[in-house]
Nanobody, 121 residues
């Protein structure tokens, strides 16, 4: 059973940056990505990357501000979040799926534990 262990997040002022990390214990040879969910809201796709890194997809709301990357040697995926806005405040979840398209469609194999990100105005 693969487990996704997240780290990073926290509190930052608007315009600042944060980096989230997610390590797959035991390896995970599939697409990985990120969702976020605010209280009372539906989960929202953020970004996903294929195993080889050749396919990347971002939500329009984070495009040009967030960057997804992965280090397969360390079984880790990252989300670099720049130019953060108060509306980015929520819990971020690392996810794994068969393909980038699967992840984007919400067809998720495994979820991380969630990490809080708070952006103050």
């Amino acid at each position: 059973q693969v487990e996704l262990v997240q780290s990073g997040g926290g509190l930052v002022q608007a315009g600042g940056s944060l980096r989230l990390s997610c390590r797959a214990t035991g390896g995970f040879a599939y697409a990985m990505g990120w969702f976020r969910q605010a209280p009372g809201m539906e989960r929202e796709f953020v970004a996903a990357m294929s195993l080889g890194g050749g396919i990347i997809n971002y939500a329009d709301s984070v495009k040009d501000r967030f960057t997804i990357s992965r280090d397969n040697a360390k079984n880790t995926v990252f989300l670099q979040m720049d130019s953060l806005k108060p509306e980015d405040t929520t819990v971020y979840y690392c996810v794994g799926g068969m393909l980038v398209s699967s992840v984007k469609d919400g067809d998720i194999i495994t979820w991380g534990q969630g990490t809080e990100v708070t952006v103050s105005s």
